[in-house]
């Protein structure tokens, strides 16, 4: 068994009251076999709060959410590390609990993408950067995935269902990374390594 952390992070653009933004993010503790198959999980972390800043579009939102998830993954995988393989170990190999951060955001997915992002908000491109600083550094990956598999959605959004649906996922977390379809054709969602990228 190999554990590694996914965090999932959201933001709803100017629905709270005052347009301010509401962000949301869930760190989960599962095993690798979640890249290939459903996994049971552990939540080790959620919030559900306004943005500490101004944020002037929905990429921007978005982007301070994510960051947010990187960050209590970050924290989440080298604890982890620390308690399963030692100190010593830990702090040799940054790279022994796998980190995954998950966005619904496709222009965020993009934007991350790129070698030197080019945005017009330079705090949007900063807070880009720290998310690919947070997963290279541990060997993670940030992946898309559909609105409908986002477990932090229910942290964001005034609606009842997605609440339901967010207490449910509570009670029996289970993470998966990869979709079945009808016909048994399983698709990948989109995977991006700044390791392999950076020297592409």
Same mark, same amino acid.
């Given at each position: 068994?190999?554990?590694?952390?996914?965090?999932?992070?959201?933001?709803?653009?100017?629905?709270?009251?005052? %347009?301010?933004?509401?962000?949301?993010?869930?760190?989960?503790?599962?095993?690798?076999?979640?890249?290939?198959?459903?996994?049971?999980?552990?939540?080790?972390?959620?919030?559900?709060?306004?943005?500490?800043?101004?944020?002037?579009?929905?990429?921007?939102?978005?982007?301070?959410? %994510?960051?947010?998830?990187?960050?209590?993954?970050?924290?989440?995988?080298?604890?982890?590390?620390?308690?399963?393989?030692?100190?010593?170990?830990?702090?040799?190999?940054?790279?022994?609990?796998?980190?995954?951060? %998950?966005?619904? %955001?496709?222009?965020?997915?993009?934007?991350?993408?790129?070698?030197?992002?080019?945005?017009?908000?330079?705090?949007?491109?900063?807070?880009?950067?720290?998310?690919?600083?947070?997963?290279?550094?541990?060997?993670?990956?940030?992946?898309?995935?559909?609105?409908?598999?986002?477990?932090?959605?229910?942290?964001?959004?005034?609606?009842?269902?997605?609440?339901?649906?967010?207490?449910?996922?509570?009670?029996?977390?289970?993470?998966?990374?990869?979709?079945?379809?009808?016909?048994?054709?399983?698709?990948?969602?989109?995977?991006?390594?700044?390791?392999?990228?950076?020297?592409?």
């Amino acid at each position: 068994m190999k554990l590694c952390t996914v965090a999932y992070g959201d933001s709803s653009f100017a629905n709270a009251p005052g %347009c301010k933004t509401q962000q949301g993010h869930v760190t989960t503790l599962t095993e690798t076999t979640c890249t290939t198959r459903e996994t049971r999980a552990s939540i080790v972390d959620w919030r559900s709060g306004r943005a500490h800043r101004v944020v002037r579009s929905t990429l921007a939102g978005e982007a301070a959410a %994510c960051d947010n998830a990187a960050d209590s993954g970050v924290y989440t995988a080298r604890f982890m590390a620390e308690v399963v393989h030692g100190r010593q170990r830990a702090r040799q190999d940054l790279t022994l609990v796998p980190l995954y951060i %998950c966005t619904d %955001c496709k222009s965020l997915y993009d934007a991350i993408k790129q070698v030197t992002p080019s945005l017009s908000e330079k705090r949007t491109t900063i807070d880009i950067m720290s998310i690919k600083e947070s997963v290279s550094a541990g060997g993670g990956r940030v992946m898309w995935l559909p609105t409908l598999h986002m477990k932090a959605d229910g942290l964001t959004k005034m609606c009842k269902t997605l609440r339901k649906t967010l207490l449910s996922w509570q009670m029996n977390p289970i993470v998966t990374l990869r979709e079945q379809v009808a016909n048994s054709f399983e698709v990948a969602f989109n995977l991006v390594n700044y390791k392999t990228s950076a020297n592409s």
